[in-house]
């Protein structure tokens, strides 16, 4: 039976304009990110409104291969409560995941991008035939 690993991630910070929130989320070596925009500061009951009742609504990405490798942890406890405050105090949003989310934007904008030249495209044949069924009109009248 193969094992199926699961980890949810979500870092709130401010950006310089706005509290946004990043969810990252791993399964099966797989990263899916969704970004969340705040606006004032988030309470520690929003956050927990929208990671309990919220979480269905949320747009994630498409997955994106995640490296496997796992960092080496050091043998010294000290060091290690240590790294993890630094990490912690410098803790943003994953690369991967920002790399994820600007991905699936430029997706959208390409997808938007095509429809947009299909429906003009469409717009410019109806055009034309009606300017031809105006035409036939005015001839057979004659």
Not at 23 to 34: H, K, N, R
Not at 105 to 127: G, N, T, V
Request: proline share 3%.
């Amino acid at each position: 039976m193969r094992k199926i690993g699961v980890s949810s991630t979500l870092t709130v910070y401010h950006d310089g304009q706005f509290w946004v929130g990043m969810f990252e989320c791993i399964e099966d070596g797989q990263l899916s990110a969704c970004r969340i925009v705040f606006g004032a500061e988030p309470s520690a009951e929003e956050i927990l409104q929208l990671v309990c009742q919220g979480w269905n609504g949320l747009r994630f990405t498409q997955a994106v291969e995640l490296d496997e490798t796992a960092p080496q942890l050091s043998s010294n406890p000290k060091r290690r409560q240590c790294e993890a405050s630094r990490e912690l105090k410098q803790r943003g949003p994953s690369t991967k995941a920002q790399q994820a989310i600007s991905q699936e934007r430029e997706m959208a904008a390409h997808a938007r991008k095509s429809k947009s030249r299909e429906r003009r495209e469409q717009e410019r044949q109806s055009r034309f035939e009606k300017r031809q069924e105006k035409r036939k009109r005015k001839n057979r009248g004659k």
